[in-house]
């Protein structure tokens, strides 16, 4: 009756360390979840998880050992910008000339805004003022145009 | 009335005067427009300079440091006065294999006559590379080319390649693909001289 005890008890605790070892052991999912992330360095815009050369392999086969290792994805992605520098995020570096491509399209949402602001601050002063202005305009233009035009208007009514 | 005003041209410059008052904001915004176009356009001269910088195969090899698996780092600057092997591979590439032993015979044979080996790993995953050395008996120093740092300042095509640095710093000599035993003696002769 002991032995069927502990061989009752042996055969739990078997199976608690075979499931928490199948807990651990990362799938093709998790995997793809931060290979998809990431940018085969040696390829041009293809992510690691639909990659097939030897070195993306070898990636997926180290993304895994670092996941059964219980490392985030963040840290895992750390690892590998650290390794191979910031491409393999697929963006540019955040320093040197790499700086510009960041920069540059806030700079010109921000030029492109001030443009705008001024275009409609310009559009609707000259309304303002158009009626006023149109005034002066014809009061300085000789009689004989004035003359004309009212002529050309009677004649179009 | 009239205000001297008296021919067709005259009557369109006044129209036009009031028209269009002098207007900064907009000269302005040109010229900051125009900055921001020459701006991008420098840039991209500048980035394409860069790129058309050509091989580095000759003069003054770029300065390095690297982190050795082994835990320890090693500097060009460390290694003056020495000749050294700057040798690039990878443990995914099949011709790197081919060399390997060539290479660490070659160590053997010339570590006591001034010549240094150094083998940066490129592109790589880590327990690879070592699983790599290990598998080739490979006792020279190596480390990874964290951020493909050296690679970049050498300039390399990929791997394998291998630079032949003389004890005063500068590049005399550069080999692409797997070196055969001939090939690297000779260069190792010359550089031991």
Redesign the interface.
Known sequence: MRSKIMMLVGLMALLAVLGQAAAQTPTADDVNNVAKELFC??CTGITVDVCE???CV??R??IA?KLAAGETKEQIKAYFV????QTVLGTPARKG?GL?VWI?PF??LL?GL??VV?VLR?WSSKRRNGAA?DE??L?????K?LQQLEQELRESE | ???G??SEEE?ME??EE??GQPDR??LV?QV??VV?VLA?LA?LA??LR?RAAGRVDKGPAPAFTLQLFDGGQVSLDELQGKAVVLNFW???CKPCAEEAAVLEAGWRQYKDKGIVFVGVDY??????ARAYLKRYGISYPNG?D????ISYAYRMQGVPETFFISPDGRILDVYIGPLNREALLVRLDRLSQ
């Open positions: 360095p040696l050369t030897q070195q070898q990636m086969s180290l050992q650290q390794q191979y520098g000339l510009t540059l700079l010109a030029l001030v443009w001024y310009n202005s002066e305009t009061a300085e233009l000789p009689d145009y | 009335m009239t205000q005003v008296s009557v006044v129209l009031k028209s904001g907009r915004i900051a427009g921001a991008v840039l500048l980035g860069y990878a443990s995914w592109i790589d995953t880590e327990p690879d990874p964290l951020g493909s740092k």
